[in-house]
Every structure is written in structure tokens, then in C-alpha cells.
């Protein structure tokens, strides 16, 4: 078996391939490391928030960059694959958003995260929050060079969905149940859900939310804020 | 879904490694997918086929591809266990894991040329 190389020698026959350079996302995957070595010398944490389309994801950043706006300098980067209207929802909260639009493209890649650091003035920033499109599928195989991956999956969705959509579970840190306060018109067991994702994922921390009751946000918001101070910490300890 | 721009990345793949001679003596291309890499193997040949025949090139060559299932490596048992229904544990000691050794390829494993 030879390994492929580019060489004056005609290739004939079967060649095999060295599996990491014929990797189909490996430029998706050299960017991804690029950004994470960004944020690891800028000590700024990056989230990626992951979701089917409608589970709230913008509504639970709008209640997010209330509440903690004012004890973390915070900025979003929105996906959608048309307009601005997500953008236009968080940036009504005074912080600063910016608007992906992947024109069609059904995840986000990691070269339009780059892209998206480089207009948004990253400088002071501890927390920068990534909002992928609406999708449990093409998502999960696209590394942004997150610290954390986190998945919302809603009240209103059905609890089957972890199985369905392994990787996602699999690559997350944290599960969000969203829109709890539906759960009494529902039948959907949070229970089902989360034994669902931990068969994949027994790691996974769940909290439950809703953002229009005021459900578990505290909670979530804790979880982000501590993320963001073990991040600085980092800075405090490379500087002794 | 984003079967088209992966076989684009295939293109790019190839391109990179071999010259443009080889490339035209290639006949198969073998591609490994796993079971977590979200890629659907009928929809990666139809993509295959529509790139192949808008760009006119590589038309003649054929696609191959495999699956590959999960397995997760148990570092306690020293074994690797097939994921069966997406449960994730080790089919030993039948403890949790999602230490996943196999199963999220997406790669070009094997490429084919004419003999002379």
C-alpha cells in the first residue's frame, strides 16, 4: 500500500489514501483550528448553539444578553440562510450582533465564523456566542472551533429527537429543554429526552428552560458565566 | 444536504494529491462514510453523478461508497464494541462511553488508475 503523494511516478492501480489528508472537511477542520487558537490567545470563549429550526434559540440569546450583558462583554453571530431579521431581535438588546446569511447553505462553516471575526471588533470580548441555523443534521459535522457546543431541543418538537440526530447529542456539552412551560399541553417527557441523549451522550448536562417564564435562565446563565471565568482564568495563570 | 459541496471536496482532495494525468487515468474512487458523519450514501452518488456530468469531467468515473458503524473504544476492557441503536456503551462491561474511534469518517479511502 503506498501513501499518496505527489510524485513524478504515474499513479496505476489502487492507491490508498492517508485517511486525515483526504479528509473531505479537512479545510473546514484547518480553519475550525485557526479560530480556536484565536480565542485561546484572546481568552475569549466561543459557544455554538445548535437547534431545529423554531426552538428558540434567538428568544433564549434576547433573554441571555439581558441578563448578563452588563457583567460580560458579550457579542453574537447569528447564521440564518436568509435576512437580518435574528440579528435585528438581539441587537435589540444593546449588545452587538452580526448577521451570517449562508444563502442557502444549511450550517454554518468555519470560514464564515472567521469572516464574521473580522468585522466584529473583537476587542475586550470575553463571551462570543455562535447561533447556527435551525438544523440537527449538517451542523453537527461542521467543527467552528467552539469550546462548547450546545443543543436546544424544544417541548414542541417531540422527546425521540436525540437518537435521530446522534452526532449532535454526541458533540454537545449541554442540552437545553426548552419552552418548559408548554410541557403541561404536551407529550413530551423530559425524562424520555434526556435518557434518549445520555444512551449517546452520558456526560450531556441538562437544564430546562423557558425564556418567556422565566424558567432556568438563571441557571443557564450561571453556566455561561463560569465558562467564562475558568476562559479568563486561563489569561490570569499564562500571565504569572 | 450538503452532498454537493462534499463532492466538491473530493474534487479538491484529488487534486491536491494527485496530477492532472493521473487523474485522468482514474476509474474508481472508494469513499469511506461513517454511520455519524450525516452523509446518506444514495444522495452522495446522485450528487456524484449531477457534479460529474455539469463540470464534464471525471464522467467516466465511478463512486464507491462504504459505511462505516460506530464503535467506541473501551480503554478499561482494552476493547472496541459496535454501537448498535445508538446506545453508547461497551458491550463487555456495559458502562457508558461515547469514546468513538470509528464511525465520523468522511474521507477519500482508496482511488483506482488504469493499468497500462
Given at each position: 500500500m503506498s501513501k499518496v503523494q505527489k510524485s513524478s511516478k504515474a499513479a496505476r492501480g489502487t492507491v490508498t489514501c492517508d485517511n486525515t489528508t483526504m479528509h473531505l472537511l479537512k479545510a473546514n477542520d484547518f480553519v475550525a483550528e485557526s479560530i480556536r487558537n484565536k480565542m485561546a490567545e484572546q481568552n475569549i470563549l466561543l459557544i455554538n448553539i445548535t437547534s431545529s429550526a423554531g426552538s428558540g434559540k434567538t428568544t433564549l440569546l434576547q433573554e441571555t444578553a439581558r441578563r448578563i450583558s452588563d457583567k460580560v462583554k458579550m457579542k453574537i453571530l447569528v447564521g440564518d440562510l436568509e435576512t437580518e431579521r435574528d440579528a435585528n431581535r438581539l441587537r435589540e438588546t444593546g449588545i452587538d450582533a452580526l448577521q451570517i446569511v449562508t444563502g442557502g447553505i444549511c450550517h454554518l462553516e468555519a470560514q464564515m465564523i472567521w469572516q464574521g471575526m473580522e468585522s466584529l471588533d473583537l476587542e475586550g470580548v470575553e463571551l462570543l456566542i455562535v447561533e447556527n441555523v435551525g438544523n440537527l443534521v449538517c451542523p453537527a459535522s461542521f467543527d467552528l472551533g467552539e469550546d462548547y457546543r450546545v443543543t436546544l431541543i424544544a417541548t414542541t418538537e417531540g422527546d425521540d429527537k436525540p437518537k435521530k440526530y446522534p452526532r449532535m447529542f454526541l458533540t454537545s456539552e449541554l442540552m437545553l429543554v426548552s419552552k418548559v412551560d408548554l410541557l403541561e399541553y404536551l407529550p413530551f417527557s423530559v425524562d424520555a429526552v434526556v435518557a434518549d441523549a445520555r444512551d449517546i451522550n452520558p456526560n450531556i448536562g441538562v437544564i430546562e428552560v423557558s425564556s418567556t417564564k422565566d424558567i432556568g435562565i438563571d441557571e443557564w446563565c450561571n453556566w455561561l458565566l463560569e465558562k467564562v471565568a475558568e476562559k479568563q482564568k486561563a489569561k490570569e495563570e499564562a500571565a504569572i | 444536504m450538503h452532498e454537493i459541496s462534499l463532492v466538491q471536496g473530493i474534487f479538491n482532495a484529488l487534486e491536491d494529491a494527485f496530477s492532472k494525468e493521473d487523474l485522468a487515468n482514474m476509474t474508481d474512487i472508494y469513499l469511506q462514510v461513517g454511520m455519524l458523519s450525516n452523509v446518506e450514501p444514495t444522495l452522495m452518488q446522485n450528487a456524484f453523478e449531477a457534479v460529474t456530468l455539469a463540470e464534464e469531467k471525471y464522467q467516466e468515473v465511478k463512486l464507491h461508497v462504504e459505511v462505516i458503524p460506530v464503535e467506541v473504544y473501551c480503554s478499561d476492557c482494552d476493547i472496541n464494541s459496535t454501537i448498535k441503536n445508538y446506545k453508547f456503551v461497551c458491550a463487555q462491561c456495559e458502562q457508558p462511553n461515547?469514546?468513538?474511534?470509528?464511525?465520523?469518517e468522511l474521507s477519500v479511502h482508496q482511488v483506482h488508475f488504469e493499468e497500462d
Amino acid at each position: 500500500m503506498s501513501k499518496v503523494q505527489k510524485s513524478s511516478k504515474a499513479a496505476r492501480g489502487t492507491v490508498t489514501c492517508d485517511n486525515t489528508t483526504m479528509h473531505l472537511l479537512k479545510a473546514n477542520d484547518f480553519v475550525a483550528e485557526s479560530i480556536r487558537n484565536k480565542m485561546a490567545e484572546q481568552n475569549i470563549l466561543l459557544i455554538n448553539i445548535t437547534s431545529s429550526a423554531g426552538s428558540g434559540k434567538t428568544t433564549l440569546l434576547q433573554e441571555t444578553a439581558r441578563r448578563i450583558s452588563d457583567k460580560v462583554k458579550m457579542k453574537i453571530l447569528v447564521g440564518d440562510l436568509e435576512t437580518e431579521r435574528d440579528a435585528n431581535r438581539l441587537r435589540e438588546t444593546g449588545i452587538d450582533a452580526l448577521q451570517i446569511v449562508t444563502g442557502g447553505i444549511c450550517h454554518l462553516e468555519a470560514q464564515m465564523i472567521w469572516q464574521g471575526m473580522e468585522s466584529l471588533d473583537l476587542e475586550g470580548v470575553e463571551l462570543l456566542i455562535v447561533e447556527n441555523v435551525g438544523n440537527l443534521v449538517c451542523p453537527a459535522s461542521f467543527d467552528l472551533g467552539e469550546d462548547y457546543r450546545v443543543t436546544l431541543i424544544a417541548t414542541t418538537e417531540g422527546d425521540d429527537k436525540p437518537k435521530k440526530y446522534p452526532r449532535m447529542f454526541l458533540t454537545s456539552e449541554l442540552m437545553l429543554v426548552s419552552k418548559v412551560d408548554l410541557l403541561e399541553y404536551l407529550p413530551f417527557s423530559v425524562d424520555a429526552v434526556v435518557a434518549d441523549a445520555r444512551d449517546i451522550n452520558p456526560n450531556i448536562g441538562v437544564i430546562e428552560v423557558s425564556s418567556t417564564k422565566d424558567i432556568g435562565i438563571d441557571e443557564w446563565c450561571n453556566w455561561l458565566l463560569e465558562k467564562v471565568a475558568e476562559k479568563q482564568k486561563a489569561k490570569e495563570e499564562a500571565a504569572i | 444536504m450538503h452532498e454537493i459541496s462534499l463532492v466538491q471536496g473530493i474534487f479538491n482532495a484529488l487534486e491536491d494529491a494527485f496530477s492532472k494525468e493521473d487523474l485522468a487515468n482514474m476509474t474508481d474512487i472508494y469513499l469511506q462514510v461513517g454511520m455519524l458523519s450525516n452523509v446518506e450514501p444514495t444522495l452522495m452518488q446522485n450528487a456524484f453523478e449531477a457534479v460529474t456530468l455539469a463540470e464534464e469531467k471525471y464522467q467516466e468515473v465511478k463512486l464507491h461508497v462504504e459505511v462505516i458503524p460506530v464503535e467506541v473504544y473501551c480503554s478499561d476492557c482494552d476493547i472496541n464494541s459496535t454501537i448498535k441503536n445508538y446506545k453508547f456503551v461497551c458491550a463487555q462491561c456495559e458502562q457508558p462511553n461515547n469514546n468513538v474511534v470509528k464511525g465520523t469518517e468522511l474521507s477519500v479511502h482508496q482511488v483506482h488508475f488504469e493499468e497500462d
